[in-house]
């Protein structure tokens, strides 16, 4: 199987007492794929320093 690569933009928030947030959107077939549903949507996420990467996987 092939890697699929896109690009996005990282959206920053506030909340009224000034902490920040942030989101990314994720294309639907990419979370089909992983089998993320409404109903079941418990991810793991993985932060490696190192290689600079983060890696979702379902739970």
Request: aromatic share 6%.
């Amino acid at each position: 199987m092939q890697n699929e690569e896109r690009l996005a933009k990282v959206q920053f928030s506030k909340n009224g007492q000034g902490y920040r947030t942030t989101r990314i959107a994720l294309p639907i077939p990419w979370i089909d794929a992983l089998g993320i549903s409404i109903d079941d949507r418990d991810i793991r996420l993985l932060f490696d320093r190192e290689n600079k990467k983060i890696v979702i996987r379902k739970k």
